[in-house]
């Protein structure tokens, strides 16, 4: 496996990986679809300042991809990025997540603009947590019922590293 910066090329497998998500799962509150234009926009805002945007090869294709990316809008938070995490459905418990979060985080640790990660799970994601917690990640506290997906209302747990 290798972990590398992502590039224009990865566009389509990250796309890919993240509908996957949206139609299937609820790691994403997402309810449609993203279009390879929006994909772009999203892909754009990435391995610019504090925001690193990393995949996971494995046998010549991308299993996975890990993101920093804007917490909130407002300046005040510019030094605490968001933490997403998806990796491609035929390649879970493969080691793909573990990776992926451990590069991330010394992307984080060496940037001097970041301070905080913070990671919104959804509720019953009990690998994701597993997976937080033994990178040192705190819960910061649960959201009740705060989106619908599938005909169900969702929590969502929040969790945060001091970097």
Request: with cysteine; net charge negative.
């Amino acid at each position: 496996m290798e972990i590398r910066k992502a590039e224009r090329r990865d566009l389509q497998a990250l796309l890919d990986i993240y509908n996957y998500e949206v139609e299937h799962g609820v790691a994403t509150l997402d309810l449609q679809p993203k279009n390879l234009a929006q994909w772009e926009i999203w892909f754009d805002a990435h391995n610019v300042e504090n925001h690193p945007l990393l995949v996971a090869e494995m046998d010549g294709h991308v299993a996975g991809y890990a993101s920093l990316s804007d917490y909130r809008e407002k300046e005040a938070y510019k030094s605490t990025v968001e933490l997403s995490v998806y990796i491609a459905p035929g390649d879970r418990r493969k080691g793909v997540a573990t990776a992926l979060m451990g590069a991330i985080l010394a992307e984080a640790r060496g940037d001097a603009q970041t301070h905080t990660v913070v990671s919104v799970i959804t509720a019953g994601n009990e690998a994701s947590v597993r997976l937080h917690k033994r990178f040192g990640f705190e819960f910061c506290g649960m959201i009740r019922e705060v989106g619908t997906k599938f005909g169900r209302y969702l929590d969502i747990e929040n969790y945060s590293l001091i970097v």
